[in-house]
């Protein structure tokens, strides 16, 4: 369904136990042919032309993306369908360069021992993927996959099936050989997702999406004790300090609450701010906010398009009517917007912020997911560091302050898998992401990717 106007798309074929178990098998036959015996240096090649193929398509994952998620056009272009090639050369030169263990062991009758660690695949990895950035999140965990050997069967979300079947075609224009990439599609539980990570021949199992959904799949894997790597939600807090470049925090943070409509598992939904610039920063977000383009994604100048779906909107609507009973003061938004045009059809909310809630409310603990965010006043750093971190999620936080000692003070005392400072959303590749709590277990990215998909053979030669 195209959540811009609520209009179907396309349909898409759902697969059972035996067609998941078909896609298995057909990864199981790739590992045991040429794909199994590649080498490191065919398959850093493979990728770079996997990410030549992405770009040499590239208007097509834009509106492939955009039909199904409603993302403003600007955004796939600038975000989303870069990040998809980039995901793939970025593995491609990090398994060309990664090193692994090795020791030279001193015996006890005066000989020696040399230990080293070979790199070896998992096998069949399992990668189920949520709808907030669709393409982005699959290749995050594709291109380290391929880069280790594996062979991948992927689960897209429900709601964006697109850009997973198009990067199949991909596949095969870049001399992937079959059965290395297969795609199924359909839903979590009884259906496609819960038969691929109950399948005795996936080796393993990452996931990025809903905390309890991460919860299901655990003890689904359970059983058969697969090795997982889950990225889940966010409850993310930024803390603006007075001391802060105030316009450079007043975008930055207008950024980190409705980039994506607020759908960003790393989206501040929670902002402290140091009480000598709180209503002068509400004011200014406030402002923000009221200036943001909302429309129909396909016009260049849209800034903000709709939710996923009728049945994400219903909740973060619950939420809007939630925050009122809760006492909150709405600064704007807190409604539907009225365009005056086709996408009145679509899944649309205002963007929205709230402050007045008390710390315990329901809306200040629970991820929402949507253009939302409650901005609360506070006097001392030990308290905004107390606040921020009293969540059970721990994905990202942002601080904004001038002082630079403040900033490294901060930062490491965030409960959190990572924190920007001045900025947010800012990646570089090589580094760890992940979060503590419920926002995951493991760390994606750079070296830790590859340490998660692959197994490591320690090797000891007596001299
Ligand atoms: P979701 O958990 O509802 O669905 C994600 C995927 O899991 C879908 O493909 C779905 O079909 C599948 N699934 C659902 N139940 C399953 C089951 N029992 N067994 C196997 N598969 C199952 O998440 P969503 O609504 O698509 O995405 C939004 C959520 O994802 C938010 O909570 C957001 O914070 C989180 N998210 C986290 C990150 C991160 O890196 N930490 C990134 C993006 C999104
Ligand atoms: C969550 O919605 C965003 C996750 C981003 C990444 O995993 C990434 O690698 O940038």
Redesign the pocket.
Known sequence: MNPADGTVIAHVTEADANLVDAAVQAACKALRGEWGRSTVRERAARLRKIADAIEGRFDCFVAAEVADTGKPIALATRLDVP?AAANFRAFADLISTAGLDSYQTETADGKSALNYAVRKPLGVVGIITPW??PL??LT?KVAPALACGNAVVVKPSEETPATATLLAEVMQSAGIPDGVYNVVHGFGPSSAGEFLTRHPDVNAVTF?GESQTGAAIMKTVASSVKPISF?LGGKNAALVFADCDFDEAVSGIADAVFLNTGQ???CAERVYVERPIFGRFVEALKLKAEAIRIGSPLEQGTEMGPLISKKHREKVLSYYRLAREEGAQVVTGGAVPLLGSSVDNGFYVQPTIYTGLSESARCVKEEIFGPVSHVAPFDTEDEAILMANDTKYGLATSIWTSNLKRGHRVAPQMNVGITWVNCW?L?D?RTP?GGVGLSGIGR??GVHSLNFYSEPNNICIRL
């Open positions: 990040r907030n950035l982005l999140l995050w990025t990225e960003v598992c790393l959303f990646r590749l992401f994606e990215g």
